[in-house]
């Protein structure tokens, strides 16, 4: 995504960046051609009030043969100029020519000359557009990146949100940080994929959690504001809401340093990176939350309506403020006891695993502080001490 994937390559291709009424004409038309190859092909609901486009990205899945998925093959087939693979990437960019006779571009994309000198500049170079062709593996995956990527920004926000209670989305599902590692700075040395147990990977049950409109996600927002209110709606935005007034600071001063306490280093950077690069998140933080510090209340353990992923319907839930909540009992309660068994067991693996991490550490530590081993003598040391604990 972006559409810089052949930037640099050659200076004698542009690739200016497309108006609305363009994206969505070639959207149509190579989508149509997609189809040809793909059962499916779709392309991820747009942000609002965008003025230009850098490339347009589509998910297929289920090719017609085998040989579909070859990215020259593909390109040939869709009578694309250009391709480009990272290796072990499911991304295929593909360039095709501008449409003849089509002027209709963004200048201030091309160059800062004044709009005669793009347009110089635009007849000279040869012109293309990129497209991203992302390959999934089933029609399910395929729904979860069309969830995860609608909107633009909006997972970015939404992430942001849900952060500080130890719930992560990512090209899986939905995720839950075990209640432990959540409370360790780095989650104690673990891998992340143990730290975590997935919730769903059903967009439905996703925004049933998160107590947001599944009928109003799937529709394209009018406006950014429009989008922040739909955000802002996730039943634990409220707590995030909440301020703490600490000595003269005003009433929203210091929002964003207060939520970042919640998050590990690497999340407060990597924040920080985002509101420097997003502007829609920008204005999210700096503008939209001091003016919106609380919403009304929403019981985080709400029982669920029924899915398919979700059969749990009868969930007797004390009232309770959001920021004494539970995230893990909220899970449980919405999903039930088939989550509560999987999050259970996960638990208790990863905690034995954590604890034998920490056994051997202790071990090392002390043939090192006590004993003077180092090098191959403490290498050998510990490999020994591992092979007596084996059967």
């Known amino acids: 995504m972006g559409g810089n994937a052949f930037a640099g390559d050659d200076p004698n291709l ?38 230009s486009h850098g490339d347009i990205d589509v998910l297929v899945c289920n090719p017609v043969s085998p040989d579909t998925c070859d990215p020259a093959r593909l390109s040939l087939a869709l009578c694309a100029r250009l391709w480009k693979q990272v ?8 360039a095709f020519d501008w449409p003849e ?3 209709d571009f963004r200048p201030a994309s091309v160059t800062r000359l004044t709009n005669t ?27 979860w990146m069309l969830f995860g990527h609608a909107h633009g920004d909006l997972w970015s926000i939404l992430g942001s949100i849900i952060r500080p209670f130890g719930l992560v989305r990512n090209q899986h599902g939905l995720l839950i940080v075990i209640a432990e ?35 109003q996600y799937w529709e394209p927002f009018e406006s950014i504001d429009q989008m922040f209110d739909f955000a802002a709606a996730c039943r634990f935005y409220t707590a995030w809401g909440e301020r703490v007034r600490e000595g003269e600071q005003g ?23 985002q509101t420097n690069q997003r502007l829609i998140f920008s204005r999210w933080l700096t503008d939209y939350m001091p003016t919106h510090p609380r919403r009304p209340y929403r019981s985080a353990l709400l029982p669920a309506t ?5 059969p749990n319907t009868d969930a007797a839930v004390p009232p309770a403020t959001i920021r004494a909540v539970d995230t893990t009992q909220a899970a449980k309660a919405f999903f039930g006891p088939g989550f509560a068994n999987r999050y259970s067991t996960a638990r208790d693996r990863s905690l034995l695993i954590l604890g034998a991490l920490r056994l051997w550490a202790d071990i090392r530590h002390l043939l090192t502080a006590k004993k003077g081993a180092e090098g191959a003598e403490l290498g050998y040391t510990m490999k020994g001490l591992k092979r007596l604990r084996e059967p």
Request: proline fraction near 5%.
């Open 14 to 51: 542009l690739f200016p960046r497309l108006s609305p009424r363009l994206y969505k004409q070639l959207k149509d038309e190579i989508t149509t051609r997609l189809l040809k190859h793909f059962q499916y092909a779709r392309v991820p609901i747009e942000a609002p009030e965008k003025t």
């Open 117 to 143: 000198q793009s347009q110089s500049v635009f007849s000279a170079k040869r012109c293309l557009f990129q497209v991203d062709v992302h390959i999934c593996v089933s029609p399910k995956s395929l729904d």
């Open 87 to 94: 290796k072990g990437s499911d991304i295929v960019n593909l």
């Open 101 to 103: 006779g089509e002027s």
């Open 181 to 215: 590692f959540a409370e360790r700075a780095g989650g104690g040395g673990m891998s992340k994929h143990l730290q975590r147990v997935l919730l769903t990977d059903d967009p439905s049950s996703a925004l049933g959690f998160l107590g947001l409109d599944e009928t």
């Open 251 to 273: 009433e929203n001063a210091g929002d964003v340093q207060r939520s970042e306490r919640h998050c590990s280093d690497a999340t407060v950077h990597s924040r920080r990176r």
């Open 306 to 310: 029924p899915t398919a992923d979700c």
